[in-house]
């Protein structure tokens, strides 16, 4: 496997040489292997930056693909909600309020279980705790951190719903969007607050994130 926290090789070729290692025909994952293919993504991307500027926009992507796979992993409970859109969350607590069980009323869980559609970004981010604010308008009211989480699903939603635009951006306001949300990403993974045991390791991911701080204190630095 090529080596993530090498400079030596191309990012682009990193997540190439990953697909190389898999039979082309199938591909298996589930939302803790999503989330650890996020972090070398935004790794690697972040690195190849120095060679393409514009890839930036990538970097925005899984900056906030990594975010929103942590959510989800973060967020689901043993048995399979917690993420899930607020009409579909609502009829589970009402499942449980009125004392049914898995068991005694498997065909009403099953079905709603059978609905598979997740909160979007904004959503799960103010289950996790923080205030992001629903418009422009009141972006003042809001510290740093709730703001840099707004722009990064509003520069990653232009960037992934719609044609390519003329788009001017600071450099430093994209690298500081994202240096918030790897602080973030860094702060949930290690919070002991998870709603179920997740299936991954401190141990696979620390050393992915000191890659990723150290590749944007290479750009603070130059």
């Known amino acids: 496997m090529a080596d993530i926290n090498s400079d030596s090789g191309s990012g682009i070729q990193f997540l190439l040489d990953l697909l190389d290692e898999n039979d082309p025909n199938w591909l298996s994952t589930n939302e803790f292997d999503d989330l650890l293919a996020n972090l070398q993504a935004l790794e690697a991307l972040i690195w190849a930056t120095s060679k393409s500027p514009v890839l930036w926009k990538w970097v925005i992507i899984a900056a906030h693909a990594t975010l929103q796979s942590l959510a ?30 898995t068991f005694h009323n498997e065909k009403e869980f099953l079905d709603l279980a059978s609905k598979q559609n997740m909160a979007n970004f904004p959503v799960l981010m103010r ?66 607050d998870w709603k179920r045991r997740p299936l991954i390791a401190l141990d696979e991911v620390i050393p992915i994130l000191d890659g990723i701080q150290r590749r944007l204190e290479n750009f603070e630095e130059g």
């Not at 989800?72 to 069980?101: P, Q």
């Not at 972006?139 to 990653?156: S, V, Y």
């Open 127 to 192: 289950r996790l705790g923080y205030d992001i604010p629903k418009e422009k308008g009141v972006l003042k009211g809001h510290d740093a951190e709730n703001q840099a989480l707004f722009w990064l699903h509003d520069f990653r939603s232009t960037y992934a719903h719609y044609p390519p635009i003329q788009l001017t951006l600071k450099a430093s306001q994209v690298r500081s969007i994202v240096r918030i949300a790897v602080d973030i990403i860094d702060l949930e993974i290690k919070k002991d």
């Open 72 to 101: 989800v992993c973060k967020l689901t409970r043993s048995d399979g909600f917690g993420a899930m859109n607020d009409a579909i969350e609502h009829k589970v607590y009402v499942f449980y309020s009125e004392n049914k069980d």
